[in-house]
C-alpha cells in the first residue's frame, strides 16, 4: 500500500479539496489526483465523486475514512516512534474510554498514572462504545473502559463500578429538594435526551416506557454532557448518573429515581494481548480510583478488587 496515497487520501478528505491537500503535501495538483486514483485502483473502491476539480467523498470513501482514520492519523506518529525506540523509551500504554466517563473516571487514574510512571508513553482516546470495543478488538489499544456488557469473541471484561440513574433537573426545579423521583412525576417536563443508538438514550426511554409514560416535550443532543449543560442552563431535565453530573454538580440538582435502575462499567481487554506491566499497573491505580470515590457515594458501588490494607 502506498503510504504517500494514503496520506494524500486523509488530506483531501479531510481539507476538503485536491488545491487544500496539495499546499499540506506540497505536491501539485495533478500529482495528489493521481495518488488518489492509484489509491482507488489498489482498493478497488470509488473513494471520491469528480465535479471537475472538486472531489466529494463517496458512501465508499466515507465508510473508509471512518474505518481506517486512526491508522491513517497514526501514520505521521511513526517518526516520533522510531525516535522514542532509539532512546529508549519504548514501553506504551493505549487506553480507550467511552466519553461519559472519560473525565470522571479514566482521566483521573491517568494522570495519576503519568506522575507514577513518567517514562511510559500514554495514549488516552475516547470514542462511542461500539466503537471502542471494535478498536480494541483489533489490538489498537491495550485496555478500554466502557459499559458492560460488551459482546465480542475477542474480548474479556471484568466490572468496575455500578451506577444508579438519577434524574439531573435544574435547582430550581420543584422536585430539586426531593428524596426519589417516579417517571411519571416528570411527564410534564421538558426531557433532554440522547440520540438513538447511544446507552443513556436506551435508559431513559426505558425508564418512561416501563410505566407507560410519554414525555409531552423532547429535545435531543450527542452527549450526555450537553444534556448536562442543557439541565444546568434550565431547559429541561434528563436522565443520567453522578459520573455524568459530576462537572455540574454545582448547578443541578440529582435525584434518584423510582424504581432503581444501574448500569455496570467495567474494563475491556483484548483476550490474545501480550502481558502488559504498565496496564497491569493502570488497573491498580484505576480501581483504587473506583474504590475511593464510591466509598463517599451512595449511588456508586465498588465491583472491582479492594486494596489489602
Same mark, same amino acid.
Given at each position: 500500500?502506498?503510504?504517500?496515497?494514503?496520506?494524500?487520501?486523509?488530506?483531501?478528505?479531510?481539507?476538503?479539496?485536491?488545491?487544500?491537500?496539495? &499546499?499540506?503535501?506540497?505536491?501539485?495538483?495533478?500529482?495528489?489526483?493521481?495518488?488518489?486514483?492509484? %489509491?482507488?485502483?489498489?482498493?478497488? %473502491?470509488?473513494?471520491?465523486?469528480?465535479?471537475?476539480?472538486?472531489?466529494?467523498?463517496?458512501?465508499?470513501?466515507?465508510?473508509?475514512?471512518?474505518?481506517?482514520?486512526?491508522?491513517?492519523?497514526?501514520?505521521?506518529?511513526?517518526?516520533?516512534?522510531?525516535? &522514542?525506540?532509539?532512546? /529508549?523509551?519504548?514501553?506504551? %500504554?493505549?487506553?480507550?474510554?467511552?466519553?461519559?466517563?472519560?473525565?470522571?473516571?479514566?482521566?483521573?487514574?491517568?494522570?495519576?498514572?503519568?506522575?507514577?510512571? *513518567?517514562?511510559?508513553?500514554?495514549?488516552?482516546?475516547?470514542?462511542?462504545?461500539?466503537? @471502542?470495543? +471494535? $478498536?480494541?478488538? !483489533?489490538?489498537?489499544?491495550?485496555?478500554?473502559? @466502557?459499559?458492560?456488557?460488551?459482546?465480542?469473541?475477542?474480548?474479556?471484561?471484568?466490572?468496575?463500578?455500578?451506577?444508579?440513574?438519577?434524574? =439531573?433537573?435544574?435547582?430550581?426545579?420543584? =422536585?430539586?429538594?426531593?428524596?426519589?423521583?417516579?417517571?411519571?412525576?416528570?411527564?410534564?417536563?421538558?426531557?433532554?435526551?440522547?440520540?438513538?443508538?447511544?446507552?443513556?438514550?436506551?435508559?431513559?426511554?426505558?425508564?418512561?416506557?416501563?410505566? !407507560?409514560?410519554?414525555?409531552?416535550?423532547?429535545?435531543?443532543?450527542?452527549?450526555?454532557?450537553?444534556?448536562? @449543560?442543557?439541565?444546568?442552563?434550565?431547559?429541561?431535565?434528563?436522565?443520567?448518573?453522578?459520573?455524568?453530573?459530576?462537572?455540574?454538580?454545582?448547578?443541578?440538582?440529582?435525584?434518584?429515581? &423510582? *424504581?432503581?435502575? $444501574?448500569?455496570?462499567? !467495567?474494563?475491556?481487554?483484548?483476550?490474545?494481548? +501480550? *502481558?502488559?506491566?504498565?496496564?497491569?499497573?493502570?488497573?491498580?491505580? =484505576?480501581?483504587?480510583?473506583?474504590?475511593?470515590?464510591?466509598?463517599?457515594?451512595?449511588?456508586?458501588?465498588? =465491583?472491582?478488587?479492594?486494596? +489489602? /490494607?
Amino acid at each position: 500500500m502506498n503510504i504517500k496515497a494514503l496520506r494524500a487520501f486523509r488530506h483531501v478528505f479531510s481539507e476538503g479539496s485536491v488545491a487544500a491537500a496539495s &499546499e499540506v503535501m506540497h505536491l501539485s495538483q495533478p500529482a495528489i489526483s493521481r495518488l488518489i486514483g492509484g %489509491l482507488e485502483a489498489a482498493l478497488k %473502491l470509488k473513494l471520491f465523486d469528480r465535479s471537475g476539480r472538486s472531489l466529494s467523498p463517496t458512501t465508499e470513501g466515507i465508510a473508509f475514512y471512518r474505518e481506517a482514520g486512526r491508522i491513517l492519523d497514526n501514520l505521521d506518529e511513526i517518526p516520533r516512534i522510531a525516535g &522514542e525506540i532509539r532512546a /529508549g523509551r519504548t514501553e506504551s %500504554l493505549r487506553i480507550v474510554t467511552m466519553p461519559r466517563i472519560a473525565q470522571f473516571l479514566s482521566a483521573p487514574a491517568v494522570a495519576q498514572f503519568i506522575q507514577d510512571q *513518567p517514562d511510559v508513553n500514554v495514549t488516552l482516546d475516547v470514542r462511542a462504545r461500539r466503537e @471502542a470495543g +471494535k $478498536w480494541l478488538a !483489533g489490538q489498537e489499544y491495550d485496555i478500554g473502559i @466502557a459499559a458492560l456488557p460488551v459482546s465480542h469473541p475477542d474480548i474479556r471484561t471484568a466490572p468496575l463500578v455500578r451506577v444508579r440513574a438519577l434524574v =439531573l433537573l435544574p435547582k430550581s426545579h420543584p =422536585l430539586s429538594d426531593a428524596d426519589h423521583v417516579t417517571a411519571d412525576q416528570l411527564a410534564n417536563d421538558t426531557i433532554i435526551r440522547l440520540m438513538h443508538g447511544l446507552l443513556l438514550r436506551d435508559q431513559l426511554d426505558d425508564t418512561f416506557n416501563s410505566v !407507560g409514560v410519554t414525555p409531552h416535550k423532547t429535545h435531543e443532543v450527542s452527549s450526555s454532557q450537553l444534556a448536562c @449543560a442543557l439541565v444546568a442552563e434550565g431547559a429541561g431535565i434528563t436522565i443520567a448518573d453522578e459520573m455524568v453530573a459530576h462537572q455540574f454538580r454545582d448547578r443541578i440538582a440529582a435525584v434518584p429515581i &423510582e *424504581p432503581e435502575r $444501574w448500569m455496570t462499567f !467495567g474494563l475491556l481487554l483484548p483476550k490474545t494481548h +501480550k *502481558p502488559n506491566e504498565a496496564a497491569d499497573r493502570f488497573r491498580e491505580i =484505576l480501581s483504587w480510583h473506583v474504590e475511593r470515590v464510591c466509598a463517599s457515594s451512595d449511588t456508586m458501588q465498588n =465491583l472491582g478488587p479492594r486494596r +489489602k /490494607g
